[in-house]
């Protein structure tokens, strides 16, 4: 399909710094309707940012500094973006309406002008006490404004700053409200890692999509599009750093590219390809969500996996290529992505309409002449985590949460955690039952909804372990407020749901820990997801483990999945963190 918009002909932006220690670590932060050029051949877009920019200022912190922001609300309504479900999925000619521009038959949203601008700020990947979180429902109005204390007590890391609000995240960092956030240390800095620019670059990578007028020209206009069919918007134009599919000119270097899935829903599968064959060799991954691995990795054979909210850390050397030499960054995940695996040799093929993936392009990197300049940086990276501990593991305390899409007629699907409570009692209905190796345990669903009880009140210091199940067929990023976890293991399940039983809450379905003979998933952790992260991706036909132990902050926090369209419907809970001593005063 032919691109709507000329690809690589804008330059790469790079987002404003504000660097905290040149404001004594006192920052202030406006949210503001702004106009934006997505792409040269576009109209001004109304967009919502942080300072008015898509994306925002990225912030730069150091560890053990403390930086406090004003975040001040002075949003104009309405919303800057067009909301639609289409009638149908595809279009007469059979391609998918999420794949093209404009609104597709599809009525704009009449409930959406109304939103005026509340926002609310979450730091993801922060270690930040729970009255800076950004609790969905603690808004800011148009005209408030709050400061947040970030204490940056945290190693360094690429994080971000989005927006929170309960029911509509998705609409407002659609519309622009995110921006990244580094925490950068010493013991980082002993590596002599590239630091700000020209070599080191963040990579904020969106998908978006745009309204067209009468002639079917592009518009400018934000669109947020879905079908009946597919419930999250997955749009066709890839924006990094806020242009469609820009370009970067580099010199032979090694350059330290800081990349981020910052979309609603579509995940990533990277892939640099040069002269039609994909260099994943010249890649080194060196961190993940907070921060350094233990030791750098080299790419999975079939690219770099980022499902929403994830962030990799990359060396790419350019250092022996010719003036000239150009280098695509390919996407071949299909969506919605269901963990299914696709040939890094393939990647300029990777078009797939129905897989919701027109334009499989990302970005394009340019070699400009410049002195070569090879470095060697070493391959250990960080000492300052290891695996938890099999004693700790064993001893923690469990959860495990099952993750259920509830079809509803009329309405879009609703997903929900249900967090689950081991019973004793054996009657068939209302019980999810988990066979691993012989051994059944009982569970009835004692929370589905975001205002359900709270169940989740873990220790501070103490290990736990939580068992996300997934019982859909999509993969979920999910994502847990406040400290880092590990994940432990990543199994194959097989289950059987009975007729009729997900409701509301309850949930009566059999899983057992094997292998469904139709799952051609290889259900392994990645090299580069073995380190500290804070969203991890649960596929189809599996149960992912995690070890978590939460630290210095007690309170209400908020974990979910990060595919922002469940998120907002209902994919997300509460949980407290309790210091253990008050523990003997809960009623
Ligand atoms: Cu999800």
Redesign the pocket.
Known sequence: MAPPLTPFVDALPLPQRLIAGQHHGSLVVRMRMGEHCFHRDLPLSKIWGYEGMVPGPTIEAERGHPVTVEWQNELEGPLPVVVTKAPTHADARGVPVQCVPGLSGGTADRNTPALTGHAVVHLHGGLTPAVYDGWAENLLAPGQAAVFHYPMDQRAALLWYHDHVMGITRFDVYAGLAGLWIVRDQAERELGLPEGPPFEVPLLIQDRNFDIDERGRLTGLLVHKTDPDVMEAFAPFTVVNGKVWPELEVQPAIYRLRVINASN?RTYRLVLVRNGSPELERITQIGTDHGLLRTATRMPSDGLVLASAERADLLVDFSELAPGSVLTLFNTAKAPFDGASFPATQAEAAADLAGLLPHPEAMRFRVVPGSAQRRVFPAALATDFGAPLPDEVASAKRRAIA?VELELEGEPNM?TMRELAPVEESDATGLLTVTDDGMTTRYRAVAAHFEDVTTFFPMLGEYEVWQLINL?G?????HVHLDPFQILSRRPIRYEIARGGIEDLLITAAVTLERDPADQLDHRIDDNERGLKDTVRVNPNEVVEIALRFTNYSGRYMY????L???DRD?MRPFVTMPTELMAFMA
């Open positions: 829903a993750l997903l859909t999509d993969t979920h990023p999910i979910h999945c990060h595919i369209e469940h998120e994919m």
